[in-house]
């Protein structure tokens, strides 16, 4: 066998693997002490190596394997193994299934890691919506206000908002340079500031106000707050010089700010990402029930309608605890309530990979039972032989 | 005959103290406290005996399941709530508050600790057991004055996290919050403005009319008699609070769909002025307090007979489970368990020593009768919540030691070495000590939350991990044992290594079993109710770090890089594992699973650990050193 066959198909190997794996997760779940499950989880588990940030000179120093790169190892380590080494025989058998299942499993974790979104959907009792909003990115939406009847949305997705580019929309006839973007910001004002003047808007809210980036939370009780500094350009058409119409402050959660261009009105606000369905999903009742006497949440309950626009069809369903409605490629989890029991929360999942763990847990838990009870039974023969 | 003698011995004397023990539950007493402390009150969303209620609140306040009043009389909890609900007065003197803290009792007045404590005791006891704490326990009465500032400092310190308290804040929130419950519990049955609750009802009777038709009159402008609507009006004033004052429900209506609706003692107020006269339940319990005040047994064993009717007349169903869970109350079935589980720990030792068949025999035997105690146990919780038998931290612990020592006896028989009677009773033993602790709090059969709400996934998760749980730990006790016996005794033959590797290894695949198949359950649970398999949250971590470690030790010895030894260090470390998985999970208060957020306790777990990896040290040891002859 060549040596790094060998070595990737050793048992030292995984065994270093599964020990690292353990420091790894340890160290991990202690961490999100600090940086919430999902920064804990971003920063330990979905990554190739742990880093160690230096700020003031800058360096960012890996000192322990990531999740991706400890996963990948046993990938490798675990498919050397289950398609070289192993010779078939029935006292092997189950422990072939369990490398498959374990396999199964790592390819699962990460097709989870890389595709699944998360969202969420908060309605009021008898209003309907028809997106999802993100949990975690935000969009630029331009909005074309003129026509009282029906809004025109333009939308800058979070994956462009972070390369800070220039954008041009069919149909506009101005574009949007995206100056500064801010994954999580805190606003002050503008006097009490001394932020750099390329940091500085020249219109709207950011004439008093300036924001300044702060490093990302992953808490679960709190929230990044994005902003973003963007200037609009008229496009250079036939002749005509592009012109700067101004630079804008715009931040979640602030007013949305309006200007007007060759007679028709714009908005600028940013928000989270929305994603439209193809039907649209009515609050019919919202019920939160408490056991007599105490606060402690006994059950809660979304009876929701379901408006398929593309065949017109309509269906209730009832959403609660551990009851999910799986529609389309989206599941709709209760996940929480406000507004004084008139709102509820839905959490809105996809994930592609979603059948995989079943999957593999199936093969795993029964090459677990087939390897020990193959196990049981020989060590029962060796007493029976040895009282005999 | 003979050789059943020690095991027929010993297994009586167990249940002798049980019965001693269910009797001696009984307060001394002409009331009959029995009768009132199997009375049903609603509370925590529940039915449940007042006894409970009484343990549950007593426990809170004093850290004791008895109270020791200021004349050094003991008297069981029910005794004590019936005086408080009963005639509040009197309870305000004795002394139930137990405050620990230095700082908290420098403001409190200053107490001496009493001449009889010390009397009490004999020097040895004393030794033993400390000096008495009389100067620990405080009164009502004697707190009361500092009431204002202790609220304040109570209001100032919730603005922290649990965990950035100091122990005075911590302290003073705790003790506020148990005058609160004090309080409450004096106003639930009466609210003690009048001396005889059932003149009260008489004076209701005619005042509650005269007083509306004042009342309406008024409205319509007409004259009307203003002494009447004076006297309505004070009482509706004592009302309002006591309607809102009472910690536990006590009146049962039955709703026309079939369910019960509970409504606390002030109600009294809307039943005389619906119907003219008080409903059976409250002239019974009217006449229970007039009784208690009197000092007249007779009439109060009467009177609570006479409840006990009206809320049968009510429906039955109002008694729900809280006849089983007074039975469980006094049978206190986890106590007389750890009582077993000692008693087997003493017989194997002794059985070294001297007749070794014997006692091993007596040994198994009282080791399978309080695995039955502690399974009684358990089942009567299941019965009175209705769930599964893991419901929070202080059940998985009554549950983790019980799977340990069933699966302890069961090798036991099997290998017949004395080894899984020790590891049972020491397993046994710890759990249910770590679960006596974590019951401190109060009650323990709280109700669930929606969002662990019953389902199959859920239920099946937690006990199978709670399983692998027992697994590791047993694993981790076997190796100890084998590490004490062989490094300090001869008593390890070669046989005997052989087949004590065998038990290790055998549970350890049956731990990986388990916890492997207990986190996946809990995978497709948590896929069905948040929409991932995984998500990282530090229990789900936890739950790995035990499928992994067992992985590792399985590949270790496959590969043959560990012997005897090694295994034996190995399944040691399993121990911090787990004990991290299960309890240290917890105290970080993150995440789905931090239901049983606990601080104290943190410092038993580094003590815990540290411990473990002593003997981890001592397992390493070269093999000349070990007493016994170990081949590797």
Same mark, same amino acid.
């Given at each position: 066998m060549k040596p790094l066959l060998k070595l990737l198909s050793s048992m030292e190997l995984a065994i270093g693997t599964l020990v690292l794996s353990m420091v790894l997760i340890f160290f991990g779940t202690l961490d999100q002490q600090n940086l919430g499950i999902h920064g804990a989880t971003e920063k330990?588990?979905?990554?190739f190596f742990v880093y160690s940030e230096i700020p003031s000179l800058g360096l960012k120093i890996p000192y322990m394997p990531g999740g991706y790169l400890l996963g990948f190892v046993l990938l490798a380590n675990l498919c050397t193994t289950a398609f070289i080494r192993f010779k078939f025989s029935a006292a092997k058998f189950g422990i072939w299934m369990l490398h498959l299942g374990v396999i199964l499993l790592l390819i699962g974790e990460f097709v989870s890691s890389v595709f699944q979104e998360e969202a969420s959907m908060t309605i009021d009792e008898g209003s309907s919506k028809d997106y999802t909003e993100s949990f975690r990115l935000a969009e630029l939406a331009l909005i074309d206000t003129t026509d009282p009847e029906i809004d025109t949305v333009y939308a800058i997705p979070d994956a462009m908002l972070k390369r800070e580019q220039q954008v041009t929309i069919d149909g506009l006839p101005f574009s949007l340079s995206i100056d500064d973007y801010m994954a999580n910001s805190i606003v002050q004002r503008r006097a009490h500031s001394n932020a750099a003047?390329?940091?500085?808007?020249?219109?709207?809210?950011?004439l008093n106000n300036v924001a300044i980036e702060i490093p990302k939370t992953g808490k679960t009780d709190e929230r990044n707050i994005p902003a973003t500094l963007v200037t609009i350009y008229t496009n250079a058409t036939g002749g005509q010089r592009s012109e700067v119409l101004g630079t804008w402050l715009v931040r979640e959660f602030m007013a949305p700010q309006s200007f007007t261009y060759e007679d028709r009105e714009y908005t600028l606000t940013v928000r989270r990402e929305r994603e439209y369905t193809p039907y649209e999903i009515t609050l019919l009742d919202f019920s939160h029930d408490r056991y007599l006497g105490t606060n402690i949440p006994k059950n809660f309950s979304s009876q929701v309608l379901i408006s398929d626009k593309r065949t017109g069809l309509e269906q209730e369903f009832l959403i609660y605890m551990n009851n999910p409605l799986r529609y389309d490629d989206l599941t709709f989890y209760q996940q929480g309530f406000m507004n004084d029991d008139k709102t509820s929360i839905l959490q809105v999942v996809r994930n592609p990979g979603r059948s995989l763990p079943y999957i593999s847990c199936t093969i795993l838990t029964l090459g677990l039972l087939y390897q020990f009870g193959y196990g049981l039974m020989r060590y029962n023969a060796k007493r029976k032989k040895a009282a005999a | 005959m003979k050789r059943y003698l020690a095991p027929i011995f010993s297994i009586l004397f167990l249940l002798l103290y049980l019965v001693s023990n269910y009797r001696n539950q =009984?307060? $001394?007493?002409?009331?009959?406290f029995d009768l009132l402390g199997s009375t049903p009150v609603l509370l925590n969303g529940r039915i449940q005996p007042m006894d409970s209620v009484a343990r549950n609140s007593l426990l809170a306040i004093?850290? +004791?399941r008895n109270a020791k009043y200021e004349d050094g009389t003991r008297h069981r909890a029910i005794e004590w709530l019936a005086e408080l609900m009963l005639d509040g007065r009197k309870a /305000? @003197? %004795?002394?139930?508050f137990r405050i620990y803290d230095d700082g908290l009792r420098s403001i409190l007045p200053t107490k001496q600790q009493k001449e009889d404590d010390e009397d009490e005791r004999s020097p040895i006891a004393a030794l033993l !057991?400390? $000096?008495?704490?009389?100067?620990?326990y405080y009164s009502f009465a004697e707190i009361m004055p500092l009431y204002e500032r202790l609220r304040m400092d109570a209001i100032a310190a919730s603005e922290f996290d649990a965990k950035e308290r100091n122990r005075y804040q911590t302290a003073v929130i705790e003790l506020v919050n148990g005058l609160g419950v004090f309080h409450a519990l004096r106003n639930?049955?009466?609210?003690? /403005?009048?001396?005889s609750f059932r003149e009260e009802l008489e004076i209701l009777q005619t005042t509650l009319p005269a007083g509306i038709e004042a009342l309406n009159k008024q409205q319509a402008g007409e004259t009307f008699d203003e002494e009447a609507l004076a006297k309505m009006i004070s009482f509706a004033r004592i009302y309002q609070n006591f309607e809102k004052q009472g910690?536990?429900? @006590?009146h049962p209506t039955l709703q026309a769909d079939g369910e019960l609706d509970w409504k606390k003692a002030g109600a009294l107020l809307g039943e005389i002025s619906a119907d003219g006269t008080p409903s059976p339940t409250t002239l019974a319990y009217a006449s229970i307090v007039d009784a208690y005040r009197q000092g007249d047994t007779e009439k109060f064993n009467a009177s609570v007979a006479e409840l006990h009717q009206a809320l049968r007349d009510v429906s #039955?169903? @109002?008694?729900?489970k809280s006849a089983a869970e007074r039975t469980f109350n006094y049978l206190e079935p986890f106590y007389i368990a750890m009582v077993g589980y000692v008693m087997v720990l003493l017989l194997a030792i002794v059985s070294w020593i001297r007749w070794p068949e014997a006692l091993s025999r007596a040994a198994f035997a009282t080791a399978a009768l309080s695995l039955l105690i502690h399974t009684a146990g358990i089942g009567y919780r299941i019965y009175i919540i209705?769930?599964?038998?893991?419901?929070?931290l202080y059940s998985s612990a009554i549950f983790v030691g019980w799977g340990a020592v069933v699966l302890a006896l069961i090798l036991e028989r099997l290998h017949r070495n004395g080894i899984g009677n020790v590891v049972a009773s020491l397993v046994g033993f710890s759990t249910l000590l770590v679960a006596h602790h974590l019951g401190d709090?109060?009650? =323990?059969?709280e109700m669930m939350r929606a969002v662990l709400d019953s389902n199959f996934w859920l239920s099946t998760h937690v006990i199978t991990i709670t399983i692998g749980y027992s697994a590791t730990f047993l694993a981790g006790a076997i190796a100890l044992v084998f590490v004490l016996m062989g490094l300090f005794t001869a008593r390890i033959t070669p046989d005997m290594e052989k087949s004590v590797k065998g038990m290790v290894y055998g549970i350890i695949c049956f731990s990986m079993l388990f916890s492997f198949v207990g986190t996946v359950l809990g995978g497709i649970w948590a896929d069905q109710s948040?929409? %991932?398999?995984?998500?990282?949250d530090p229990k789900e971590n936890g739950a790995i770090l035990i499928v992994l470690w067992n992985a590792v030790i399985l590949h270790s010895r496959w590969g043959g890089f560990i012997k005897t030894r090694g295994l034996m260090a190995m399944a040691i470390f399993g121990n911090i594992v787990t004990s991290w998985s299960w309890m240290g999970t917890n105290m !970080?208060?993150?995440?789905?699973?931090?239901?049983g957020f606990m601080s104290a306790a943190f410092y038993y777990l580094v003590g815990f650990v540290a411990s473990q990896l002593v003997f981890i040290g001592l397992a390493m040891? #070269? @093999?000349?050193?070990? +007493?016994s002859n170990i081949k590797a």
């Open positions: 330990y588990f979905y990554s003047a390329n940091k500085l808007a020249n219109r709207g809210i950011g | =009984t307060p $001394k007493s002409d009331f009959d004093n850290g +004791k /305000e @003197t %004795r002394p139930v !057991l400390g $000096k008495g704490s009389s100067q620990f639930s049955v009466h609210h003690g /403005e009048l001396d910690h536990f429900f @006590t #039955p169903q @109002t008694f729900g209705g769930y599964a038998p893991v419901i929070n709090d109060g009650d =323990t059969l948040w929409g %991932r398999f995984w998500g990282w !970080l208060g993150i995440g789905l699973h931090s239901y040891l #070269p @093999t000349q050193m070990w +007493k």
